[in-house]
């Protein structure tokens, strides 16, 4: 497996444990967009731009200003 599909694994295991929560703490957020850069990196923009779409759609505060900020620059880059 390559780089990116290592960091990529390991950003969604995190989203993973996270996800159940009812209160998502920031590190949940930080993995979605880890999850949608990494995705970027691979040329798969496609799925990066869902990742951060859905993650902006279910939870529009993403976690706090910063984060949200990285999401909107994000979906602004990938043309969404």
């Known amino acids: 497996a390559s780089k990116q599909e290592l960091a990529l694994k ?3 295991d ?3 444990k996270l996800r159940t929560s009812k209160a998502k703490p920031p590190q949940y957020f930080e993995a979605r967009y880890g999850m949608a850069t990494v995705n970027q990196l691979m040329k798969k923009n496609d799925a990066a731009l869902q990742i951060a779409k859905s ?7 993403c976690g ?3 984060i949200k900020q990285k999401f909107v620059d994000l ?6």
């Open 10 to 12: 390991q950003w969604s």
């Open 55 to 61: 993650t902006m759609a279910l939870h529009p505060d």
């Open 14 to 16: 995190i989203a993973n």
């Open 64 to 66: 706090g200003p910063a």
């Open 75 to 80: 979906v602004k880059e990938l043309g969404g």
